[in-house]
């Protein structure tokens, strides 16, 4: 199985920062990645797939980067509503596995 | 707009069956494939199986198969995963979530869950 490694695992930071969460590949997976955002209680929402595609409707304060091992996923100004769990998830090989996620919280 | 409801969980003893299924609307369910993630109370998103738009492919991680089975009736737009022998480290919150085209792999939508507890 690929595994995938986020980090940091939390964050906390102010509003208008900017954020950044890293995820790692055990292997090259080319651009086959996807970015989710839940809240507590609530299901996951996908962000960005491809590794940078933003999804239809999602704000353009999200982004993507990176291919082969290293992503990026960045908040450009961190707002209140964007407190959540972020995981990134591969699909380059079965099964699909997801990063542990980061916990974003407001300072 | 489209909307996913999962039902059919609950408590059960270790061994034990149970179905959920995934109520679909708001757009042709019988061209999407669709997937079951789940999540363990306080952990992180785990896939568990996918079913393409005709059932006619499914895939499952290791830990599961042989135990779960997918599958769907799209005359009834109802996705359902059957968990057979099932086990305390199964215990989670299931999802089904949509695959926005032919297995492109992401979820686009998701339901709200249901939650399943494996316990004695």
């Known amino acids: 199985d690929i595994q995938m490694t986020q980090s940091p695992s939390s964050l906390s930071a102010s509003v208008g920062d900017r954020v950044t969460i890293t995820c790692r590949a055990s292997?090259?997976?080319?651009?086959?990645l996807n970015w989710y955002q839940q809240k507590p209680g609530k299901a996951p929402k996908l962000l960005i797939y491809?590794?940078?595609n933003l999804e239809t409707g999602v704000p353009s304060g999200f982004s993507g980067s990176g291919s082969g091992t290293d992503f990026t996923f960045t908040i450009t100004s961190l707002q209140p509503e964007d407190i959540a769990t972020y995981y990134c998830?591969?699909?380059?090989?079965?099964?699909?596995?997801f990063g542990g996620g980061t916990k974003v919280d407001i300072k | 707009q489209v909307q996913l409801g999962e039902s059919g969980g609950g408590v059960v003893h270790p061994g034990r069956s149970l179905r959920l299924s995934c109520a679909a609307s708001g757009f042709t369910f019988s061209t999407y494939a669709m997937h079951w993630v789940r999540q363990a109370p306080g952990k992180g998103l785990e896939w568990v199986a996918v079913i393409s738009s005709d059932g006619g492919n499914k895939y499952y991680r290791d830990s599961v198969r042989g135990r779960f089975t997918i599958s769907r009736d799209n005359s009834k737009n109802t996705l359902f995963l059957q968990l057979n022998s099932l086990r305390a480290e199964d215990t989670a919150v299931y999802y089904c979530?949509?695959?926005?085209?032919?297995?492109?792999?992401?979820?686009?939508?998701w339901g709200q869950g249901t939650l399943v507890t494996v316990s004695s």
């Open positions: 292997q090259d997976i080319s651009n086959y």
């Open positions: 491809d590794a940078s």
């Open positions: 979530a949509r695959d926005p085209g032919g297995l492109q792999w992401r979820f686009d939508y």
């Open positions: 998830q591969q699909y380059h090989n079965l099964p699909l596995t």
